[in-house]
């Protein structure tokens, strides 16, 4: 009878941990998906999220701690099981439209405050299951290892980051995730009631075990033990962030993009607690050494504009793959310096520490201290170092401190490393007039011998002559043929025209203003509006005096609107080089089209080097019963126009067949429909794996190769 109650004792323990760690990553996604269209979308939003929830996950180990070490088994139920209930109280997590941030108000402190008051206290009780659960388990079961739990935790957290974007999210509505989640959280409860009070209940068991049973008089470990516990946690924290970061600011922010870099992270933790036959130091070393390498070269790359490294496949390989090596490397460590199971809540603190610590510098002091995304490269290299001092001390290691040769010769490439990333972020900034740096990225203003050139991270958003004569032409992806210049000069030609403008830029659009029309502008990034006006002169040479800018997300703006009855809507609103997945769904475009007149062009410039937006614009077409068109324009380096991509909707079809195209031409919008929404948007099926081409709808006319100088 005892064996058999210890087997259901045991497999409540286990099924109470995995649920606790399913349900932690779980809303992580679920949550941050469902507040990303009211903050921008763009990556910082995701980054901030991170950070908060690591910062609970601190606050959650230390209340175990504390609670074991301060309290007796029988008082640690009774806390911790009014503590869940207190949790239960503020379910569900759903926030309410109230916490929509007001135009041009500072985001990341609401965004923190919004997840205390929504997620806060359920997602505490939460991160505190995991040292609390294995300390009650080990007075429970004595003699089962408690670090297989924790290895368990990491594949219910995987498993739930896994299942978001290929199970919950294209299947759920974000109202019916909150919803499930909300009943597992109560299942989650009971069970992790059950286990506090059948943890105290086994205090007796284990005070008389025999005599014989080995006691754990191991010193407590301090000093520089501790200290690398820590660093060795920081680390690949930054490193998560840091690569989440770049890689979201060059395709996109969506869920996929956030939970792969996680995934990996996790899969590691699992790994290496799992067994220690899963890290090999030299294996995930020389890894680590030689994608840091290559990941040195594509910020080069990058820098440099020599677009040698375009496939977003090679791209995010190198940037995966050393995030990965990263993490086997600090976790293996880690756990090759874990205590024994006396000082279990001490080492997890220290670890959740530690992942606090990296998120604070990533998403709190990087943007403070760096004018580039320098905490990337510093992770980086801090990994390397740590991987030489962990070796250094280990005398089995072929780098100990009485080996100086492999430890010079290690030595020699983290300086190399370092040298050439130092290099690499002065080259970004080289030639700046003026850079800033806030939630929303990374801005710049270059000024060569006959241009002002405006980019955001390592892509154009700008760029202006200085010489009188070309001051007032319109550049880049607006250019005189593209679409978007098209649409705003010929629809109702010669009348006064009231257009909207998603994304200001250096402000190029407001050089097809006529005397008599009426310009709306909309920015969420105020470092723009500023640098618009005192580097460009688009603005202050506007021909139309009736002209605003709206400073806040555009998306809100347009919510908080009467219809505006625009001619034309623009849509340009990109961070860096990645696509605003929130302004493209089945929502946005209804409020849209609210904005426009019934003879009115929706103008949305889709020019990208990753993905193809055609089926996605096909799928808004067909939902709304919009005339479409594809606008392909060719560069003309004369007038300073680059190749861009424009897709024009109107709900009258003869507003788009009276455009007349000359130097550019319409493409096939191909026959791929998506429809995307604010609950799910498959950035999967839209990237382009090879060399795009698009095909002219005249059949008699070759097909065209399109290429993005952004």
Same mark, same amino acid.
């Given at each position: 009878?005892?064996?058999?109650?210890?087997?259901?004792?045991? @497999?409540?323990?286990?099924?109470?941990?995995?649920?606790?760690?399913?349900?932690?990553?779980?809303?992580?996604? !679920?949550?941050?998906?469902?507040?990303?269209?009211?903050?921008?979308?763009?990556?910082?939003?995701?980054?901030?999220?991170?950070?908060?929830?690591?910062?609970?996950?601190?606050?959650?180990?230390?209340?175990?701690? !504390?609670?074991?070490?301060?309290?007796?088994?029988?008082?640690?139920?009774?806390?911790?099981?009014?503590?869940?209930?207190?949790?239960?109280?503020?379910?569900?997590?759903?926030?309410?439209?109230?916490?929509?941030?007001?135009?041009?108000?500072?985001?990341?402190?609401?965004?923190?405050?919004?997840?205390?008051?929504?997620?806060?206290?359920?997602?505490? /009780?939460?991160?505190?299951?995991?040292?609390?659960?294995?300390?009650?388990?080990?007075? =429970?079961?004595?003699?089962?290892?408690?670090?297989?739990?924790?290895?368990?935790?990491?594949?219910?957290?995987?498993?739930?980051?896994?299942? $978001?974007?290929?199970?919950?999210?294209?299947?759920?509505?974000?109202?019916?995730?909150?919803?499930?989640?909300?009943?597992?959280?109560?299942?989650?409860?009971?069970?992790?009631?059950?286990?506090?009070?059948?943890? /105290?209940?086994?205090?007796?068991?284990?005070?008389?075990?025999?005599?014989?049973?080995?006691?754990?008089?191991?010193?407590?470990?301090?000093?520089?033990?501790?200290?690398?516990?820590?660093?060795?946690?920081?680390?690949?924290?930054?490193?998560?962030?840091?690569?989440?970061?770049?890689?979201?600011?060059?395709?996109?922010?969506?869920?996929?993009?956030?939970?792969?870099?996680?995934?990996? $992270?996790?899969?590691?933790?699992?790994?290496?607690?799992?067994?220690?036959?899963?890290?090999?130091?030299?294996?995930?070393?020389?890894?680590?050494?030689?994608?840091?390498?290559?990941?040195?070269?594509?910020?080069?790359?990058?820098?440099?504009?020599?677009?040698?490294?375009?496939?977003?496949?090679?791209?995010?390989?190198?940037?995966?793959? !050393?995030?990965?090596?990263?993490?086997?490397?600090?976790?293996?460590?880690?756990?090759? *310096?874990?205590?024994?199971?006396?000082?279990?809540?001490?080492?997890?603190?220290?670890?959740?520490?530690?992942?606090?610590?990296?998120? *604070?510098?990533?998403?709190?002091?990087?943007?403070?201290?760096?004018?580039?995304?320098?905490?990337?490269?510093?992770?980086?290299? =801090?990994?390397?170092?740590?991987?030489?001092?962990?070796?250094?001390?280990?005398?089995?290691?072929?780098?100990?401190?009485?080996?100086?040769?492999?430890?010079?010769?290690?030595?020699?490439?983290?300086?190399?490393?370092?040298?050439?990333?130092?290099?690499? @972020?002065?080259?970004?900034?080289?030639?700046?007039?003026?850079? /800033?740096?806030?939630?929303?990225?990374?801005?710049?203003?270059?000024?060569?011998?006959?241009?002002?050139?405006?980019?955001?991270?390592?892509?154009?958003? %700008?760029?202006?002559?200085?010489?009188?004569?070309?001051?007032?032409?319109?550049?880049?992806?607006?250019?005189?043929?593209?679409?978007?210049?098209?649409?705003?000069?010929?629809?109702?030609?010669?009348?006064?025209?009231?257009? %909207?403008?998603? %994304?200001?830029?250096?402000?190029?659009?407001? @050089?097809?203003?006529?005397?008599?029309?009426?310009?709306?502008?909309?920015?969420?990034?105020?470092?723009?509006? &500023?640098?618009?006006? &005192?580097?460009?002169?688009? !603005?202050?040479?506007?021909?139309?005096?009736?002209?605003?800018?709206?400073? %806040?997300?555009?998306?809100?703006?347009?919510?908080?609107?009467?219809?505006?009855?625009?001619?034309?809507?623009?849509? &340009?609103?990109?961070?860096?080089?990645?696509?605003?997945?929130?302004?493209?769904?089945?929502?946005?475009?209804?409020?849209?089209?609210?904005?426009?007149?019934?003879?009115?062009?929706?103008?949305?410039?889709?020019?990208?080097?990753?993905?193809?937006?055609?089926?996605?614009?096909?799928?808004?077409?067909?939902?709304?019963?919009?005339?479409?068109?594809?606008?392909?324009?060719?560069?003309?380096?004369?007038?300073?126009?680059?190749?861009?991509?424009?897709?024009?909707?109107?709900?009258?079809?003869?507003?788009?067949?009276?455009?007349?195209?000359?130097?550019?031409?319409?493409?096939?919008?191909?026959?791929?429909?998506?429809?995307?929404?604010?609950?799910?948007?498959?950035?999967?099926?839209?990237?382009?794996?090879?060399?795009?081409?698009?095909?002219?709808?005249?059949?008699?006319?070759?097909?065209?190769?399109?290429?993005?100088?952004?």
């Amino acid at each position: 009878m005892q064996s058999q109650k210890q087997r259901l004792t045991y @497999a409540l323990f286990l099924l109470t941990v995995f649920l606790s760690a399913f349900m932690l990553f779980q809303v992580q996604p !679920l949550i941050s998906k469902f507040i990303l269209p009211w903050f921008g979308g763009g990556p910082a939003v995701w980054t901030t999220c991170m950070l908060f929830f690591q910062v609970v996950l601190f606050g959650g180990y230390l209340y175990a701690h !504390l609670l074991v070490e301060k309290l007796s088994p029988r008082n640690q139920a009774i806390v911790h099981t009014l503590v869940v209930l207190a949790a239960c109280v503020m379910l569900p997590i759903t926030p309410d439209v109230s916490w929509k941030p007001a135009l041009g108000s500072e985001p990341a402190g609401r965004i923190i405050a919004l997840l205390a008051m929504t997620v806060g206290l359920p997602y505490f /009780a939460l991160s505190t299951t995991g040292p609390l659960l294995q300390g009650w388990f080990a007075r =429970t079961l004595p003699g089962t290892s408690p670090y297989r739990l924790y290895a368990l935790s990491n594949v219910g957290s995987l498993l739930a980051l896994v299942s $978001y974007p290929f199970v919950f999210e294209p299947n759920l509505e974000v109202e019916r995730q909150a919803q499930l989640w909300t009943m597992g959280f109560m299942a989650f409860a009971a069970l992790c009631a059950f286990c506090a009070w059948r943890g /105290a209940a086994a205090t007796t068991i284990v005070e008389t075990v025999s005599e014989a049973q080995p006691v754990d008089d191991s010193p407590a470990p301090q000093g520089l033990t501790v200290l690398l516990w820590v660093a060795l946690a920081a680390v690949p924290s930054a490193l998560l962030l840091g690569v989440t970061n770049q890689v979201c600011t060059d395709i996109a922010v969506v869920p996929f993009l956030w939970v792969v870099p996680l995934a990996l $992270y996790l899969l590691s933790f699992i790994l290496c607690f799992d067994s220690d036959r899963w890290y090999s130091r030299r294996v995930f070393g020389v890894g680590l050494f030689v994608l840091a390498a290559a990941a040195c070269y594509l910020m080069w790359d990058s820098a440099m504009y020599w677009n040698r490294v375009t496939s977003i496949i090679a791209q995010a390989g190198i940037y995966f793959g !050393l995030l990965m090596c990263g993490c086997m490397v600090c976790h293996g460590e880690l756990v090759a *310096l874990k205590p024994t199971p006396r000082y279990l809540t001490k080492f997890y603190l220290c670890v959740s520490a530690g992942g606090a610590l990296g998120g *604070l510098c990533v998403g709190m002091l990087a943007p403070m201290i760096f004018r580039t995304l320098f905490e990337l490269p510093l992770a980086i290299v =801090t990994c390397c170092v740590l991987l030489i001092v962990v070796m250094r001390r280990d005398t089995q290691s072929s780098a100990h401190a009485s080996k100086l040769g492999a430890s010079v010769a290690l030595g020699g490439y983290v300086l190399a490393l370092s040298t050439l990333l130092w290099f690499q @972020a002065e080259r970004v900034t080289q030639g700046a007039v003026a850079t /800033a740096r806030n939630f929303y990225g990374v801005l710049r203003v270059h000024q060569t011998t006959s241009a002002y050139v405006l980019r955001h991270g390592q892509i154009r958003h %700008g760029h202006q002559f200085t010489d009188p004569v070309r001051r007032k032409i319109p550049t880049t992806y607006f250019g005189e043929h593209s679409g978007g210049g098209v649409a705003i000069s010929q629809h109702r030609a010669g009348q006064p025209k009231r257009v %909207g403008i998603v %994304g200001l830029g250096a402000g190029t659009l407001a @050089a097809y203003a006529q005397p008599d029309d009426y310009y709306r502008m909309y920015e969420i990034n105020p470092a723009v509006v &500023d640098m618009a006006k &005192d580097f460009f002169t688009y !603005l202050s040479e506007c021909r139309t005096k009736d002209q605003h800018i709206v400073v %806040g997300d555009g998306r809100i703006a347009l919510e908080q609107e009467e219809p505006q009855n625009y001619d034309i809507l623009a849509l &340009d609103a990109f961070s860096g080089d990645a696509i605003p997945a929130h302004l493209l769904t089945r929502e946005c475009c209804e409020l849209y089209l609210k904005h426009l007149k019934d003879d009115g062009i929706l103008a949305c410039h889709i020019t990208n080097r990753h993905v193809d937006l055609r089926p996605v614009c096909n799928g808004i077409a067909k939902e709304f019963g919009l005339s479409v068109m594809c606008v392909l324009s060719p560069a003309q380096k004369d007038v300073g126009a680059t190749d861009s991509i424009w897709v024009l909707f109107s709900r009258q079809p003869e507003t788009l067949q009276a455009l007349k195209l000359t130097k550019s031409h319409e493409v096939a919008m191909g026959e791929r429909s998506m429809l995307w929404t604010d609950a799910f948007s498959n950035l999967l099926s839209v990237l382009i794996t090879k060399d795009l081409v698009y095909e002219r709808v005249s059949p008699t006319k070759p097909k065209l190769a399109a290429t993005s100088s952004k």
